[in-house]
């Protein structure tokens, strides 16, 4: 079956770095957008980044642009997503999402598989 493991999560001081990774399987993933999302509790999930199948176009939400980067590695059924210069707000589960469709959307709803999620922790 279709499996998406996010690592990589942990407790990093504000303006510090994390690398999530996301790994799929059961899937051919060079098929696949790709998208990273977010979520704290109350709140509805938002989206973070995507790249498109190829990985040559990528789209970030304004709240992380110049600090977030996303790549993705198909030879390794894996996406990546850097996290530099971190804020407090960005603490939240990190999932990452494919969505069969060239292009990544900003719509939960439409992506396919969704991973477990990673915790994202950062301390002022």
């Known amino acids: 079956q279709v499996q998406l493991v996010e690592s990589g999560g942990g407790l990093v001081q504000a303006g510090g770095s994390l690398r999530l990774s996301c790994e799929a399987s059961?899937?051919?993933?060079?098929?696949?957008?790709m998208g990273w999302f977010r979520q704290t509790p109350g709140k509805e999930r938002e989206f973070v980044v995507g790249?498109?199948?190829?990985?040559?176009?990528?789209f970030y939400a304004d709240s992380v642009k110049g600090r977030f980067t996303i790549s993705r590695d198909n030879a390794k059924n894996t996406v990546y997503l850097q996290m530099n210069s971190l804020k407090p707000e960005d603490t939240a589960v990190y999932y990452c999402?494919?969505?069969?469709?060239?292009?990544?959307?900003?719509w939960g709803q439409g992506y396919d598989y969704w991973g477990q999620g990673t915790q994202v922790t950062v301390s002022s």
């Open positions: 999402a494919a969505a069969s469709r060239d292009f990544p959307t900003g």
């Open positions: 059961g899937l051919t993933f060079r098929n696949y957008a």
């Open positions: 790249i498109s199948r190829s990985g040559g176009s990528t």
